[in-house]
């Protein structure tokens, strides 16, 4: 399979999601949450339905059918009881029990006392479960702690690879092997990104913390595709003679570590579709942001990160000449 003889579709296809998302990231940026902006974070339990039995209860199950009669408002019906108050950015999550968690930028009790004035119309019952706050000041320096964090990463990360492949400088230097890798990388979490961008912009879909754990996340699963990749590169370069092309090693170590690549990530990729479908609201996004990175984490270490070595080593040719 001549994988890297067709770089240029591969490099058109990469290139077009990136253009995409970084216009989707100009014209409408990410929806932030209130990790990022500052505000509140209310926790709040509907009652059950359970009432105490009176001498009219004739039987159970009579009891669990007026139990069940009860419902909790959806997340559309409470959105629309808080229209009036202009709350913004507010977002609303159900949960189990009857418990809804609503979250809005704005930290006064007022505005608080009002929210659940509000709910209190729905069930009489409604209790606040907790009640946190995020500052403002606080929020910038998630912000700028979270952009530290990933520029440290992936320096260390093109460091750490071209000291392991320090040894191999023919027919390519060792800091290529990390500059391509970085590429990749920047690939994988810049297109993650676009998607979060036309999400917050279609869908409401806010990112918090736990979306920068997982851009982090993306970043150490994806480079390990890539050294597995490169690895194989510097074993098929000490058994191959000078002659040898350098783009034939390159596809045939793609080959040879195509299946265990894709064994490997569709094992993560499964458990990731089945956590974005099942797993509640709570780390769904931060799922979903993981599936989108890893599988093109994969894609990117054979057709991005390896291919671009033959590129940087054709380039070299033609200035030599």
């Known amino acids: 399979m001549d994988i890297i003889g067709k770089r240029k579709y591969t490099y058109f296809i990469s290139g077009a999601l990136t253009l995409i998302s970084l216009a989707a990231l100009l014209t409408w940026g990410l929806k932030l949450g209130i990790d990022f902006k500052g505000g509140t974070l209310m926790e709040v339990q509907f009652s059950k339905g359970e009432e105490a039995p ?28 808080l229209k009036d108050l202009g709350l913004q950015s507010l977002n609303i999550q159900e949960s189990e029990n009857n418990v809804s968690v609503l979250r809005y930028i704005g930290s006064d009790e007022g505005t608080n006392e009002k929210v659940m004035e509000k709910l209190v119309e729905f069930d009489g019952e409604v209790t606040q479960q907790r009640v946190d706050f995020v500052g403002s000041s606080v929020s910038k320096q998630l912000r700028n702690n979270a952009i530290v964090a990933a520029i440290l990463a992936v320096i260390g990360i093109a460091l750490y690879i071209a000291w392991a492949f320090r040894k191999v400088s023919y027919p390519v230097d060792s800091w290529q092997y990390g500059i391509s890798a970085i590429v990749a990388l920047v690939h994988d979490v810049f297109i993650t990104v676009g998607v979060f961008a036309v999400l917050g912009k279609f869908f409401d879909i806010e990112v918090g913390v736990s979306f920068i754990a997982a851009m982090l996340t993306i970043l150490g699963y994806s480079v390990n595709d890539t050294i597995v990749v490169y690895d194989r590169i510097r074993e098929n370069l000490i058994k191959s003679s000078a002659k040898e092309n350098f783009e034939n090693v390159v596809n045939r170590s793609i080959g040879e570590t195509l299946a265990r690549s894709i064994n490997t990530s569709m094992t993560v990729i499964i458990v990731l579709i089945v956590i974005v479908l099942f797993g509640g609201e709570s780390i769904k996004y931060f799922s979903l942001a993981l599936l989108i990175g890893v599988s093109l984490g994969t894609l990117s270490s054979i057709f991005v990160a390896a291919a671009l070595l033959v590129t940087s080593y054709n380039w070299k040719l033609r200035k030599n000449k």
Do not use: G, H, L
């Open 54 to 81: 009176t001498e009219d209860s004739t039987t159970p199950e009579e009891s669990k059918e007026a139990q069940a009669e009860f419902k909790a408002p959806s997340r559309d019906e409470i959105s629309e009881k």
